[in-house]
């Protein structure tokens, strides 16, 4: 008798399909009871084939039907799980997106699509839309009506909305650095990884919501992807003031311009992703602070390089053949070539150095302003300085640059990623403050100069860069503290009353000695 090859239920092994990605089919309501039920109808029934989707339907407070018409065409029937809800106050257009899109991240879907209630996009370009995000080519699609020549306007766009989009997009896309061929499509599908990084929610509740989406999307290094989608415009009621939107578009995308060249800030457009070196980047390659210190220490001297950072300054000093000691709260990727490296927190106070070693230069560069009590600091310094014999290099912001005297004269005081105004500054100097704090302490100055803005940061290292960078120090020689981006003093220490009352001493000795002599 032949063995049978049927296996026991003990035998099969229990194996779990993989679960599908959850998808959430967002509908953005308002005013939508004549189209609200033919959008819900024509979703693809097969993208339950690949995902597990649910719909959401926000009603944002509609005085007409859309709520009771979305009801019913759930209660026919349909191939998706559907949740509506009403905003029992109008949020507006950028509104009801951020609750959608939390409900998405709470709710832990994989993808979100944004569909508009009023029949405008194709809810059967849904699973090309979705299909990218699944593939993980992108954290963002966007369904484009500009990718096609021509078929916006046999769509039925209007002239004038067609030759804003393609001005406003092709301004946008100047500004921002990008080269989308279209700003101002509604239709979006989103990873809701990519979403939960953003701060969406302090975006406006207006229509500009989805440029300044698209501008923390690319601040955040997130990748977009478009496709092209048909056009339909149907009898909707257009309730965008295309002037003001063009306002709005174009002031965001401005906004966050400035703030990458750090002259603007607002907690909307903070959502880059800092690299190793790139918020305190080396500035050899240009006139700075940087290359000016190296220039100004000579070769084969003794350097103590206090808030040594990534250590950019004193790599480049032990090339010149310096012996370099370094101090920070930790190593920066350059300081290996140090001959010594001291952990400490300036912060805490100047820790203690070998009271025989003997420095020719005392760097502090861009160090004060982040300290708490600076005078505390220079006070230590100016005994660290007395006791080696060291000269020091001192440079910190010049907060009475020209752009910061135009800003708040404007009213605004603004903070940012990097710049004079940077968010861990506590203290800020001009000129003037600068010398009386170092005098203070008992320091001489020996020389003080303006150094120009670190251009190549903002425009990059081209013509254009390098010919304000000429301008901008020509400006420097004439009026340091009005056009100096950041403040360069040169000092040594003043020997104190311990000092001068010891010579003294000293002195009568020998000159009694001498007397008597004689």
Same mark, same amino acid.
């Given at each position: 008798m032949a063995a049978s090859l049927q296996a026991s239920p003990q035998q099969i092994p229990n194996v779990t399909a993989p679960a599908k990605p959850r998808l959430l089919i967002f509908i953005v309501a308002y005013h939508a009871e004549t189209t609200i039920r033919q959008v819900l109808r024509r979703i693809p029934a097969r993208l339950g084939d690949e995902y597990d989707v649910e719909v959401l339907i926000i009603d944002d407070g509609s005085s007409d039907q859309t709520f009771r018409e979305s009801a019913k065409a759930d209660a026919e029937g349909l191939p998706f799980k559907v949740t509506i809800l009403f905003n029992p106050v109008?949020?507006?257009?950028?509104?009801?997106? !951020?609750? %959608? @899109?939390?409900?998405?991240?709470?709710?832990?879907?994989d993808f979100v699509a944004l569909l508009h209630? #009023?029949?405008?996009?194709? +809810?059967?370009?849904? +699973?090309?839309? $979705?299909?990218?995000? &699944?593939?993980?080519?992108?954290?963002?699609?966007? %369904?484009?009506?500009?990718? !096609? /020549?021509?078929? /916006?306007?046999?769509?039925?766009?209007?002239?004038? !909305? @067609? *030759?804003?989009? $393609?001005?406003?997009?092709?301004?946008?896309?100047?500004?921002?650095g990008m080269t989308l061929s279209e700003?101002?499509?509604?239709?979006?599908?989103?990873?809701?990884? *990519?979403?939960?990084?953003?701060?969406?929610?302090?975006?406006?509740? #207006?229509f500009h919501f989805d440029t300044e989406i698209i501008i923390q999307l690319n601040l955040a290094g997130k990748r977009i992807a478009e496709i092209p989608i048909p056009t339909y415009y149907g009898d909707e009621i257009c309730r965008v003031n295309g002037l003001r939107y063009a306002r709005d578009v174009i002031k965001a995308s401005v906004q966050a311009r400035l703030q990458s060249a750090q002259v603007f800030y607002d907690r909307r457009f903070d959502c880059r992703v800092d690299v190793e070196g790139e918020r305190y980047p080396s500035k050899l390659e240009f006139d700075s602070t940087h290359s000016r210190v190296v220039g100004l220490v000579?070769?084969? =001297?003794?350097?103590? #390089?206090?808030?040594s950072g990534l250590g950019v300054v004193g790599a480049a000093l032990k090339e010149k053949g310096c012996h370099v000691v370094g101090c920070d709260m930790e190593r920066g990727p350059f300081t290996a070539s140090y001959d010594k490296f001291v952990t400490a927190d300036l912060d805490q106070g100047i820790p203690a150095f070998d009271e025989h070693e003997? @420095?020719?230069?005392?760097?502090?560069?861009?160090?004060?302003?982040?300290?708490?009590?600076?005078?505390?600091?220079?006070?230590?310094?100016?005994?660290?300085?007395? &006791?080696?014999?060291?000269? $020091?290099?001192? =440079? =910190? *912001?010049?907060?009475?640059?020209? +752009?910061?005297?135009?800003?708040?004269?404007?009213?605004?005081?603004?903070?940012?990623k990097r710049g004079i105004l940077d968010l861990t500054h506590t203290r800020l100097f001009t000129f003037a403050t600068m010398r009386r704090a170092m005098r203070s302490a008992g320091f001489e100055l020996l020389a003080s100069e303006g150094v120009v803005v670190p251009l190549p940061f903002?425009?990059? #290292?081209?013509?254009?860069? &390098?010919?304000?960078?000429?301008?901008?120090?020509?400006?420097?020689?004439?009026?340091?503290?009005?056009?100096?981006?950041?403040?360069?003093?040169? /000092?040594?220490?003043?020997?104190?009353?311990? =000092?001068?009352?010891?010579?003294?001493?000293? /002195?009568?000795?020998?000159k009694g000695a001498g007397d008597r002599a004689a």
């Amino acid at each position: 008798m032949a063995a049978s090859l049927q296996a026991s239920p003990q035998q099969i092994p229990n194996v779990t399909a993989p679960a599908k990605p959850r998808l959430l089919i967002f509908i953005v309501a308002y005013h939508a009871e004549t189209t609200i039920r033919q959008v819900l109808r024509r979703i693809p029934a097969r993208l339950g084939d690949e995902y597990d989707v649910e719909v959401l339907i926000i009603d944002d407070g509609s005085s007409d039907q859309t709520f009771r018409e979305s009801a019913k065409a759930d209660a026919e029937g349909l191939p998706f799980k559907v949740t509506i809800l009403f905003n029992p106050v109008n949020q507006g257009y950028g509104g009801n997106q !951020k609750i %959608g @899109y939390h409900y998405a991240i709470s709710f832990g879907f994989d993808f979100v699509a944004l569909l508009h209630g #009023d029949g405008q996009y194709a +809810p059967e370009m849904l +699973p090309e839309l $979705v299909r990218p995000l &699944r593939e993980g080519q992108a954290d963002a699609v966007f %369904g484009s009506r500009m990718m !096609k /020549a021509g078929e /916006a306007r046999r769509g039925g766009m209007p002239l004038y !909305k @067609y *030759a804003g989009n $393609v001005i406003l997009s092709m301004l946008q896309n100047r500004i921002l650095g990008m080269t989308l061929s279209e700003f101002h499509s509604g239709y979006r599908v989103y990873a809701v990884k *990519a979403l939960s990084v953003l701060p969406f929610e302090r975006n406006t509740n #207006d229509f500009h919501f989805d440029t300044e989406i698209i501008i923390q999307l690319n601040l955040a290094g997130k990748r977009i992807a478009e496709i092209p989608i048909p056009t339909y415009y149907g009898d909707e009621i257009c309730r965008v003031n295309g002037l003001r939107y063009a306002r709005d578009v174009i002031k965001a995308s401005v906004q966050a311009r400035l703030q990458s060249a750090q002259v603007f800030y607002d907690r909307r457009f903070d959502c880059r992703v800092d690299v190793e070196g790139e918020r305190y980047p080396s500035k050899l390659e240009f006139d700075s602070t940087h290359s000016r210190v190296v220039g100004l220490v000579p070769a084969a =001297t003794r350097v103590l #390089d206090l808030g040594s950072g990534l250590g950019v300054v004193g790599a480049a000093l032990k090339e010149k053949g310096c012996h370099v000691v370094g101090c920070d709260m930790e190593r920066g990727p350059f300081t290996a070539s140090y001959d010594k490296f001291v952990t400490a927190d300036l912060d805490q106070g100047i820790p203690a150095f070998d009271e025989h070693e003997r @420095y020719d230069y005392i760097l502090c560069l861009d160090v004060i302003e982040h300290l708490g009590r600076p005078e505390d600091f220079l006070d230590q310094l100016r005994e660290l300085t007395a &006791r080696t014999g060291a000269q $020091v290099i001192l =440079t =910190t *912001a010049n907060i009475g640059f020209a +752009p910061m005297r135009l800003s708040l004269l404007l009213g605004r005081f603004e903070y940012g990623k990097r710049g004079i105004l940077d968010l861990t500054h506590t203290r800020l100097f001009t000129f003037a403050t600068m010398r009386r704090a170092m005098r203070s302490a008992g320091f001489e100055l020996l020389a003080s100069e303006g150094v120009v803005v670190p251009l190549p940061f903002i425009f990059g #290292d081209n013509a254009l860069s &390098r010919a304000l960078l000429r301008l901008n120090g020509l400006l420097v020689r004439i009026w340091p503290s009005m056009f100096g981006f950041q403040i360069l003093l040169r /000092a040594k220490a003043r020997p104190n009353l311990e =000092t001068l009352l010891s010579q003294a001493q000293q /002195a009568a000795v020998a000159k009694g000695a001498g007397d008597r002599a004689a």
